[in-house]
T-cell receptor, first 113, second 115 residues
Framework: AQSVAQPEDQVNVAEGNPLTVKCTYSVSGNPYLFWYVQYPNRGLQFLLKYITGDNLVKGSYGFEAEFNKSQTSFHLKKPSALVSDSALYFCAVSAFGNEKLTFGTGTRLTIIP | EAGVAQSPRYKIIEKRQSVAFWCNPI?????LYWYQQILGQGPKLLIQ????????DSQLPKDRFSAERLKGVDSTLKIQPAKLEDSAVYLC?????????????FGSGTRLTVV
């Protein structure tokens, strides 16, 4: 069975500082990894994904994520946080040949002005 | 392009009543998914359709939940009878064939409150 762990329910970062939202995964075979963001009363918005290739993936709104196979991690990062980045962030995984997305429990990111 | 449309946005019902949610995916998207997102949890897949056939419904509580996708376009998710624990946001998503390669687009969801 595939699973995702987001160890931090809440992350607070001062505006302008770098941010990291952590994600580890478990899956049989090669993983497909995703980050989504959810604003209040809105659906999930796609940020970025890792399928294959370069371990550093760049996505929307200046976000990036680094795939680390040995640590089974896919942490989300941004060099300089904005107040507008405050939202709920979900990491998700699927496996090659299986379209099912398994989500983590989410991390609430709050950027402090 | 238009996004994934869902209705209603909000629904409040009493336990043991029935309720139905509607989803219109992006035009041309063959794959459609229904997810349940309980407050404080990540979305959980309930059912996946490929055109009008079911690919995965292993986590659908079939004694009370049902879903259909007639003609491989719109989809309806029904709960009958509803329980208090069904209170959640129900998200519909669609993808152009392989979601892993082409991405998944989510609708805004239907927030169900069972009282």
């Amino acid at each position: 069975a595939q699973s995702v762990a987001q160890p931090e329910d809440q992350v607070n970062v001062a505006e302008g500082n770098p941010l990291t939202v952590k994600c580890t995964y478990s899956v049989s075979g090669n993983p497909y990894l995703f980050w989504y963001v959810q604003y209040p009363n809105r659906g999930l918005q796609f940020l970025l994904k890792y399928i294959t290739g370069d371990n550093l993936v760049k996505g929307s709104y200046g976000f990036e994520a680094e795939f680390n196979k040995s640590q089974t991690s896919f942490h989300l990062k941004k060099p300089s946080a904005l107040v507008s980045d405050s939202a709920l962030y979900f990491c998700a995984v699927s496996a090659f040949g299986n379209e099912k997305l398994t989500f983590g429990t989410g991390t609430r990111l709050t950027i402090i002005p | 392009e238009a996004g994934v449309a869902q209705s209603p946005r909000y629904k409040i019902i009493e336990k043991r009543q029935s309720v139905a949610f509607w989803c219109n995916p992006i035009s041309g998207h063959a794959t459609l998914y229904w997810y349940q997102q309980i407050l404080g949890q990540g979305p959980k897949l309930l059912i996946q359709f490929q055109n009008n056939g079911v690919v995965d419904d292993s986590q659908l509580p079939k004694d009370r939940f049902s879903a259909e996708r007639l003609k491989g376009v719109d989809s309806t998710l029904k709960i009958q009878p509803a329980k208090l624990e069904d209170s959640a946001v129900y998200l519909c998503a669609s993808s152009q064939g392989g979601g892993q390669l082409y991405g998944y687009t989510f609708g805004s969801g239907t927030r169900l409150t069972v009282v």
